[in-house]
Structure formats: C-alpha cells, structure tokens
C-alpha cells in the first residue's frame, strides 16, 4: 500500500541557520503533499503544500520542493527561530481528492538560541 | 468558525470500561477523519467519512473499535472494552470539498488514559 517515509526522525539546528526535511511516497498516483507542524501538546496545522503541477513553492522563511521523477519532496526552513521547535509531518494523499492522507512519522526540530 | 470540535478533552478510565469520543466537524465540511497518535506509531489513520459514508476503516485496530457518523455535524469513536494500550491521542479532522484541494482540519485532540 501507499507509504511515506520521512527523515531525519530528529533534527537539531543552531538558530539562524537552516533546516531541511525529506520525504519519500510510494504512490505514484499522488498529486498534493502537505507540510503540518505540531507543537508541545497541540494539533497539527497546515503550513505549507505542494501540488504535482509545481516543482517549488515558498512562503516566506519555508519552501516546499517536489521531485515527481524521484517520488520525494522536502522541507526548508531558513533563518530558524526558537518558535520553529517542533515536529513536523509530510504527507502524500492517495486515492484522488477525496481520498485521505498518508502522514510520514514526523521529525523533531529543535532550534537552539 | 469554531473549527474542528472534539469532546471530552481528557479522559482517564479503567480497564474494561467503554470509552466514547465524540467530534463535530466544520460546519459545511463533507469528509471526516479519526486519527490516533502515540509515540510510537505515530500518527495513523483509523477511519473515514466522506458524506457520512465510511469509505475506509482498514485502520481500525479490531473489533473494539467503533466508529458512526450518523449526521453531517457529528461523529463518534468508541472503544469497548478499553484497554491500556488504547491509551494515545485521538485526533479528528474535517475537510471541505471547497478546501484547498486535500487539506484537513484537525481538532484540539482526546488525550486518553486506559488504566
């Protein structure tokens, strides 16, 4: 079945510098990969998607690449903020639009002052 | 919009004892999605609606485990009897066919305890 692989499972960065976060999907069918971010004890909240027809997308200090070819797609973070700390998940949709998610496992940012 | 509304925030339980989870969607959102999240595992998807309809339950850990969806505003996940490995965040999620294509909408959580 579909699949979403997600690493580094955790990440530690200086503040300033940047961060980057790699998955990989196994459906080549899947065409939208959303970026969710989940601090301490909250919900995950959308930050940033992609879909199929776009290789890249930014949004201020984050940017989304897709590589369709490849079946991957990355995170990046720039001048990383304390408030960036948390765990952060991929995910690729399967079975069209109204389908569902599948997430990766999430990686644990930490960004040290 | 309130968004995604799930009830009870925190529950502690027992043993044996049946637990009910319950979520109100987005107004006007037509797909709902339970969610569980531990630790370990993550976090998987245990089932979903589209138009009160669920379309796919393969990640319902077994019979225990039950879930309705008996109008558009509301939907409930049951577990009976509880057991302590049940103990995990249970998340619901909404999406709206006029939502930016896929994404979904998560709640506050249900942070559960099984003793």
């Known amino acids: 079945g579909e699949n979403v692989e997600q690493h580094p499972s955790t990440l530690s960065v200086q503040e300033g510098d940047s961060a980057v976060i790699k998955c990989t999907y196994s459906d080549s069918a899947s065409n939208y990969f959303p970026w969710y971010k989940q601090e301490l004890g909250k919900r995950p909240q959308l930050i940033i998607d992609?879909?199929?027809?776009?290789g890249e997308k930014k949004d201020q200090r984050i940017a989304v690449t897709l590589n369709k070819t490849a079946k991957h797609f990355s995170l990046h973070i720039t001048e990383t903020q304390p408030e960036d700390s948390a765990v952060y998940f991929c995910a690729a949709n399967y079975g069209g639009s109204q389908g569902n998610l599948i997430f990766g496992k999430g990686t644990k940012l930490s960004v040290k002052p | 919009d309130a968004g995604v509304i799930q009830s009870p925030r925190h529950e502690v339980t027992e043993m044996g004892q049946e637990v009910t989870l319950r979520c109100k969607p987005i107004?006007?959102?037509?797909?709902l999605f339970w969610y569980r999240q531990t630790m370990m595992r993550g976090l998987e998807l245990l089932i979903y609606f589209n138009n009160n309809v669920p379309i796919d339950d393969s990640g319902m850990p077994e019979d225990r485990f039950s879930a309705k969806m008996p109008n558009a505003s509301f939907s409930t996940l049951k577990i009976q009897p509880s057991e302590p490995r049940d103990s995990a965040v249970y998340f619901c999620a909404s999406r709206g066919q006029t939502s930016s294509y896929n994404e979904q909408f998560f709640g506050p959580g249900t942070r559960l305890t099984v003793l």
């Open positions: 992609i879909r199929s027809n776009v």
């Open positions: 107004s006007g959102h037509n797909s």
